[in-house]
Every structure is written in C-alpha cells, then in structure tokens.
C-alpha cells in the first residue's frame, strides 16, 4: 500500500462524559443529543475533507494533500472555511437543543456545557482494507488522536499541529498562540486558534416552536415509550395515574366488556374516559385507533364493526404493540391491526376511516396540529371523532410546559 499525504482532523465533542450521568434517564438523554449534534456535523463534510469515521463522541476528518497541484491554494481555504463552519453549525445546535428542552435531566439541564475541540495533523497514511471496509492507518493517525489528550486551558478551539499549521488557511484572521504538548516519545510544537464567538443564541429559536424540533420531540417520545413500555411490561408497579380493570370500571366501560378482555391486555390498559360513550360505531366500519396501547379499544371496536369492519390501531410504543397482538390473536379477532406509527404521521391511507378514536394520547403529542390534521386526512368526509383526553381550561405556567415529566403520562 503506498502512503498517501493527508491533512487529518478531528472533531471532539468535550463535555460530553460530564453529563452522561448514571441516571438512566440522563445516558439516555445524552446519547440522543451527542448524535443529533453528530448527525449535523456530518452533513457539513463535503470535499476536499472526507469523513472517515464516527468515534463515539467525534467525527474524523481527512482532505488529500497536494502541494504541487494549482488548486491546492483553493484547497487549503476551503479546508479552513469548513472548520469554521463546522464550529459555526455545531453552536447552533447546541443552542437550539438548550431552547427546545423540555427535560431536567442532568443531560438535558447542562446541554449548554457542551463544546467543540478540533484538532488537524499533517502527514502520511496508508488506507488498509478490512473486510469491506478502508480505514486510515499509520503513525500520524496516532499523533492526531494523542493530540485530543491536551493541556490547552480553552474550551473551545483548534489545535493544529507545526506540520498542518502551513495546509489550512482560514477565511479571516483568527487569534492565535504557539504552544508545546509534551508526549511519552517527544515534544510537538502546536498552534491554537480560537474560532469566532458564535452569533446563535437560544433567543434565536422561539419556545412555541418546540413541537418542530427533532431532537426535542425524540426526547419526548423515548420518554413515553419508556413510561408505557413500563406499563405493558409491568402493569403491577404502580404509577401516578390509573390502569388496569380498575380504571375501565372508573370510566365506565361495561363489566362484560372487561371481564371478556384478555387479561395481558386489560391490565395494562391505560387512559382518561370512555370513547364508546360518545356516540354507536356501526358495523362494517373503518376504524381508527390512535394511541391503541396494549390494544384494549381496539378490541371493543372490532368486537362493534365485526368482520365486514376493520379495525387499525396505532401505537409507537413496541411493548404495547406486542401485547395488543397477542391479545387480537388470543381473542381471535382477525378484523383488526396494529401498526406502529405516530400521531402526527398516521400509517394508515387518505379518506379511509369511518371514525376515528383516541384514549389520553392527544394530550401527549406536542404538535396537536398535525395530530388533528392527520385525523381530518384519514376521515372520510361525513367521518367523525370520538376522543377522550384531558382539557385545561387555564394557561399552562412555562414552567410546566418545560418540564417533561408532566408531558409524560
């Protein structure tokens, strides 16, 4: 394999092991933030830098190197302006992820903390093949990851090696000093710059827009699925709101009914009223159950519409979905389905539901919007609606809406 000349770049999200709490929660939390900040970094990677690889929480970066080329001026610039912009788009998330927070865990609270370290080495590699896949390899891939190990005081900034410091030309000039980093085979002499200050603040990013954000939103269903996983898998522990036999009694769900459910089924039903009561579902209808849970709605609704109906119901929650179709198959009713899927993105086509139903889920989906625009979509025209969910009927405090506990069950 010949070796080939490289500019090598890392960039590192420090600050990143200081909020991944033992907290089940907070991991959790940080692994999806780590790789929603990730995931923008990589779209920024276009030539002459190549991604080489994801290292947990950094991306690994490398641009040929030519020196004798005429474009090699225009390469070296553009090098510098994608750093740069790199650091530019990585603040932006961060204070976007801070503005679209809803949750106190020690990941969520102290996203702010976060910060990008990039580090560039010149040199030579080889490319191995392994399997099916090309790696970089040799010792100046070494010395570029020993350089993440550092006594640089900054939080933020990039360190570039003597031998990268004449490859990379930035688009404006950027404050600079020399420094020495002192490793187990020898000294290297360094140059650290420090991008410009971020112009992003979380004020850029308006509260109400929570609803539009990925990550925000991602946080909130891996919370929910978590809770209502806990309720499929078990029913027994105990939480702050009713399940079960108990709360179908509560709501007025008829003693047949309930005693005819499959038991796996009924005890982890969980919800705020009775759908039924607001009006007969005929037979041979289409129905559509959002938010289906352990299935026990669904099963009523089949048991109503009977097998010239159809019955779907939808739920993200895959413990649920489990338990709903072992409890379809168990009862044997083969008129309906359960699909998983969101509120907001109904896997189910255009005009094709006679009535749609929904147990305590609206409550828990952020954009309510797209939920009822999803429901007037699947309705045929002349369909209807048989909800039952919680209202306010006074403004809800910021405090509350940020907190993510209270969005969760």
């Known amino acids: 394999m010949d070796a080939k000349s490289v500019v090598l770049a890392i960039a590192d999200i420090s600050g990143y092991t200081e909020f991944m709490l033992s907290h089940e929660k907070s991991l959790a939390h940080s692994q999806m933030i780590v790789s929603e900040v990730l995931g923008v970094l990589v779209e920024e990677i276009r030539p002459p830098l190549e991604l080489v690889e994801l290292e947990g929480d950094a991306v690994f970066m490398y641009a040929p190197k030519d020196d004798t080329a005429d474009t090699w001026p225009a390469t070296r610039k553009a090098i510098g302006e994608q750093l740069l912009r790199i650091a530019e788009v990585f603040a932006s998330k961060v204070r976007e992820l801070q503005a679209y927070s809803i949750c106190l865990c020690g990941a969520c609270a102290n996203i702010e903390g976060l910060r990008l370290k990039t580090v560039i080495h010149s040199g030579e590699v080889v490319f191995p093949q392994i399997g099916r896949f090309h790696r970089l390899s040799g010792v100046d891939v070494i010395t570029a990851h020993r350089l993440l190990k550092n006594s640089v005081d900054e939080d933020e900034y990039i360190l570039m090696t003597e031998a990268a410091y004449g490859d990379v030309e930035f688009p404006q000039p950027l404050e600079t000093f020399e420094g020495e980093e002192v490793y187990g085979v020898g000294s290297m002499r360094t140059y650290v710059c420090l991008p410009p200050s971020s112009d992003a603040t979380v004020d850029d990013f308006a509260p109400g827009e929570f609803a539009l954000s990925g990550m925000g939103v991602e946080i909130l269903r891996h919370d929910i699925r978590h809770e209502y996983t806990e309720v499929a898998n078990t029913p027994d522990k105990g939480f702050h709101f009713h399940t079960g036999a108990p709360l179908a009694a509560m709501l007025g769900y008829p003693d047949d009914v309930v005693a005819n459910t499959p038991a796996s089924c009924m005890e982890s039903f969980a919800g705020t009223g009775n759908p039924f009561s607001l009006g007969e579902i005929a037979a041979g209808s289409n129905v559509v159950d959002i938010g289906s849970g352990a299935g026990f709605d669904s099963l009523i609704a089949a048991g109503i519409v009977g097998p010239a109906g159809a019955v779907v119901g939808v739920e993200m929650t895959p413990g649920m979905l489990h338990k709903a179709r072992q409890s379809a198959a168990e009862a044997g009713i083969g008129q309906v389905e359960f699909r998983e899927g969101y509120a907001e ?18 409550n828990l989906c952020p954009d309510k ?41």
């Open 345 to 362: 993105e109904l896997p189910v086509p255009d005009e094709w539901a006679d009535v749609v139903i929904s147990n305590g889920v609206v």
């Open 369 to 409: 919007a797209a939920v009822y625009g999803e429901m007037y979509r699947v309705l045929k025209p002349g369909g209807r609606l048989q909800l039952a969910d919680i209202i306010v009927q006074k403004e809800i405090p910021d405090e509350a809406k940020r907190d993510i506990d209270l969005w969760t069950g």
